[in-house]
């Protein structure tokens, strides 16, 4: 064969190659782009939702604030099956729990439901969700700051009776009328 019967193979393979890549990459794109106007718009219609509840609706984070807020993770608070939580600093001082969850296997609609749901409960015994994150796999919950620490720490530590019966008792009332408002 000569070499430009080689050179004109070579250059037909080359742009079958090249259109294929092309191909694949278009629908990549297309793909992303469906998927991220379909969470987009999932988004758009909980916080509509959520917007209904006025003052009380929990503000949404993009998960650069979060990483600002907790001062890049940080102080680590806790961990738990769902998530890990962070101390953070809302921008108006007031100090927050970031909990970062991870593995969850529910949807935007799901997740954002539940946002609104937790975001509507409003008790003394029960700590008080202020914001959100959702952006694909990067979901968080930012509640009410507890400087005491969570009731576990007390009621689990190695001496739970350093509360005092009295003190025990009162817990489970008040764990009691928050199970009771949930109700």
Sequence with gaps: MCFRCYFKAGLAIFATALFSLACVLSIFK?????????????????????????????????????????????????????????????????????????????????????????????????VNLLGFCFEGPKQALIYEYMPNGSLDSYIYSDDATTLGWEKLYEIAIGIARGLEYLL
Excluded at 32 to 51: D, V
Excluded at 66 to 74: E, G, H, N, Q
Excluded at 90 to 99: E, F, Q, T
């Design 30 to 126: 297309l793909h992303k782009s469906y998927m991220f106007s379909k969470q987009y718009n999932q988004l758009k219609k909980i916080e509509q939702r959520l917007g209904m509840h006025g003052s009380l609706a929990p503000k949404r984070y993009r998960y650069r604030e979060l990483k600002k807020i907790t001062w890049s993770f940080r102080e680590k608070l806790g961990k738990g099956g769902f998530g890990t939580v962070y101390k953070g600093c809302l921008s108006d001082s007031r100090l927050v729990a970031v909990k970062i969850l991870h593995n969850l296997t529910s949807n935007a609609e799901q997740f954002l439901n539940e946002v609104a749901s937790i975001s509507r409960t409003s008790h003394v015994n029960v």
